[in-house]
């Protein structure tokens, strides 16, 4: 994004773009390898020193698998109807940015079931349903070209960010976007990036310093994101941010 498409002067200390540099994304893989070998690891002296039956073990498995299978579907049912139901609340106003980017093109006309899983649901039960009335808009996305506007919009305070991606870019259908293609955005109030971060890389909320953020420094998975979701809203809830 450059100055005559923002209107607004870059910043200095932010001279070029780090979203070509292959060392992020190779740390970024590397946090993976690490992640799947500590779980092999685990499961390895699980199976050293319990006294769980074989039997129980299985049993163990089978119902960690069941849930695997109907958890997501659950979930993903449920945040689906609550779009279709609740898409919007005075957006045209000052409003939370509820922003699910899709990798894939939707088959069906649906989405794939795994990109509904973060915790959209949870934000527009509290924003639509619970408590007071606040002001949102969930926006889903696939090209660079529908994110960018959002994220610049003056009326977006807050941005929830679901989908995939590193610190430093968001994954979309076919592309990504570098965030620091909108660094210039007007500064927000609160930034979540709710996909993979990664080690390194500079995030939206380095360029923009909104007044609360939630990023890492490693791989985002459900169903913690939801956790980490649930735990900010609490926590904006109390700091009189929303």
Same mark, same amino acid.
């Given at each position: ?6 209107? *607004? ?30 779980? %092999? ?5 699980? %199976? ?13 498995? $089978?119902?960690? %698998?069941? %849930? ?14 609550? /779009? ?13 940015? /509820?922003? $699910? ?23 527009? *039960?509290?924003?639509? !349903? ?11 996305? =696939?090209? *660079? ?7 610049? +919009?003056? +009326? ?6 679901? #989908?995939?991606?590193?610190? +430093? *870019?968001?994954? &979309? +259908? ?6 620091? @293609? ?8 609160? $930034? #979540? ?6 080690? &390194? ?11 609360? =953020? ?10 913690? !994101? ?11 809830? @109390?700091?009189?941010?929303?």
């Amino acid at each position: 994004m450059d100055e005559s498409n923002s209107g *607004k002067k870059l910043p200095d200390e932010f001279p070029s773009s780090d979203c070509q540099d292959i060392t992020i994304k190779i740390v970024h893989y590397l946090e993976f390898v690490i992640i799947f070998f500590i779980a %092999l690891i685990g499961i390895r002296l699980y %199976l050293i020193i319990s006294s769980t039956s074989s039997l129980l073990f299985i049993i163990l498995i $089978i119902t960690l %698998l069941i %849930l695997l299978i109907c958890y997501p579907l659950c979930v993903s049912f449920n945040t689906r109807r609550l /779009i279709q139901t609740f898409p919007e609340n005075n957006c045209k106003n000052q409003h939370h940015a /509820i922003i $699910i980017a899709h990798k894939t093109s939707p088959k069906s006309g649906k989405f794939t079931y795994m990109d509904y899983l973060s915790g959209a649901d949870i934000l527009i *039960k509290r924003f639509r !349903i619970d408590g007071k009335k606040i002001n949102y808009s969930v926006y889903e996305v =696939q090209k *660079k070209e529908q994110v960018i506007p959002i994220i610049l +919009n003056e +009326n977006t305070t807050h941005l929830w960010i679901f #989908g995939h991606g590193m610190r +430093n *870019k968001l994954g &979309l +259908n076919g592309e990504n976007l570098c965030y620091y @293609e909108v660094r210039s955005a007007p500064k927000k109030t609160f $930034i #979540g990036q709710y996909h993979c971060n990664s080690f &390194l890389g500079k995030s939206l909320a380095d360029y923009n310093n909104p007044k609360n =953020q939630d990023v890492t420094h490693f791989a985002r998975m459900d169903p913690f !994101i939801r956790i980490s979701v649930w735990r900010k809203l609490k926590e904006l809830d @109390e700091k009189g941010l929303l």
